[in-house]
């Protein structure tokens, strides 16, 4: 297998959680909707999951739901908008495509919307402030960026909407997509009050196609398609039961060591840091960073130093993210982060996990090393 640094885009299943997958796979074959004894079964199933999950990330479970992944926790929340009468929404300039790509169908529908520049890499509580109106519905910033790692400062935000609150009668919906958060970096939605988050189980050794949507008030969110009525409401469509007992699994393996596997990692990123630097290149990350992602300027288009690295057996991303599909996406990032285009022209985003090893970095560094001199 070629040496992969591309773990912000996806990661390998861990053999716990396809363990677990295969486990309710073979033994819950019920819909958990069905009154019969495999149907409660599985619905038994679904609940001790979820108990299990949310207790793990300190939430209740009443405020978990299952989605297919973090575009469609997205998607959820920025689609029941449609149903209210438009209002302002407030996003960063920095969101994934997943929400970005909201703004335009927002504003055909009446709603105004404003994005957060991020200079530096971080959304100030002061820009937040200056765009904040009587008809502000939502503010969405996304926790940990995925381009460059930058962890937003979230909770100063919170606190300005809450702020702002006072002055006025309407709740202020406070989302934070937190796919590159949950276990990567020191991170508890309950001490960040926020209302809403999103997360996919493929970035933690999960598998894909399953993801979480947090609601800390469940109530009051109506969702534009609850079809079969699933998920008490809120999200239609039979459950993926052996993915949510994987997911299960690979939370319980990340998050009681989390804060031992950001050290080490960490200490790996710090010497890969180095290194680069040595080599001249220049770091994109900001200092207040996930431990788990490096962008940093190639001497060459991102395109092409990804591809020369690739052909030498090392998997990273051209800093444009997660996705071939959305190119430019990472760029666009970097410049509303203040890079110089030259600069953000070359980026490469390198990611790890808690399997990577100091022999595997080092290895990669030699690499880096050989293709930036042309070998
Ligand atoms: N948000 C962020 C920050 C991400 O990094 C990603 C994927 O890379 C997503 C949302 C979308 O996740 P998924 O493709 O699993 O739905």
């Known amino acids: 297998m070629d040496l992969y640094f591309d773990n912000a885009a996806t990661t390998r299943l861990s053999e716990k959680a396809l363990a677990a997958y295969i486990d309710t796979a073979e033994n819950c074959p019920g819909n958990p909707s069905s009154v019969h004894r495999e149907g409660i079964k599985a619905r ?5 999951e979820r108990e299990r999950t949310a207790s793990l990330m300190g939430i209740d479970p009443s405020s978990l739901f299952y989605t297919s ?5 997205i998607a959820a929340v920025f689609s029941s908008l ?7 929404v407030i996003i960063s300039k920095i969101e994934h495509e997943a929400a970005a790509s909201w703004l335009p169908v927002l504003r055909q529908h009446g709603w105004k919307t404003a994005e957060l520049g991020a200079r530096g890499g971080f959304v100030t509580p002061e820009a937040l402030k200056a765009e904040l109106t009587p008809d502000t519905k939502l503010v969405a910033v ?6 460059t790692g930058a962890i937003q400062p979230i909770e100063e935000l919170v606190k300005t909407v809450r702020e702002y609150e006072k002055t006025g ?32 189980g493929h970035k933690i050794n999960g ?10 008030n469940p109530s009051s969110f109506r969702p534009l398609a609850p079809a079969g009525g699933q998920e008490r409401g809120k999200r239609g469509g039979t459950e993926n039961l052996p993915a949510v007992s994987a997911l299960r699994a690979a939370v319980e393996e990340w998050l009681p060591d989390a804060e031992e596997n950001r050290k080490r990692i960490a200490t790996i990123r710090e010497k ?3 290194a680069l630097c040595d080599m001249g290149m220049k770091i994109l990350s900001p200092e207040k960073c ?16 990804t591809r020369m690295l690739s052909d030498k057996g090392v998997c990273v991303s051209s800093g444009s993210a997660c996705s071939n599909n959305a190119k430019g996406e990472g760029e666009k990032i970097l410049t509303a982060m203040g890079i110089k285009p030259r600069d953000a022209a070359g980026a490469i985003r390198i990611s790890f996990c808690n399997d990577t090893t100091e022999e595997e970095a080092g290895r990669l560094v030699g690499i880096i090393r050989e293709a930036a001199d042309g070998r």
């Open 207 to 216: 598998p894909r196609g399953i993801g979480m949507l947090y609601l800390r």
């Open 69 to 73: 992944g973090a575009t469609e926790s």
């Open 142 to 147: 996304m926790a940990v960026n995925n381009v």
């Open 290 to 305: 996930s431990p788990y992602i490096i962008s940093f300027s190639s001497p060459l288009p991102s395109e092409v130093f």
């Open 272 to 274: 890969v840091v180095s």
């Open 82 to 88: 449609l149903l209210t009468t438009p209002g302002k």
């Open 169 to 200: 009668k309407r709740h202020i919906f406070f989302f934070s997509d937190s796919v590159q958060a949950l276990g990567k970096t020191e991170y508890n939605i309950e001490a960040l009050g926020i209302d809403g988050a999103s997360f996919s």
């Open 44 to 48: 038994r199933k679904l609940d001790e």
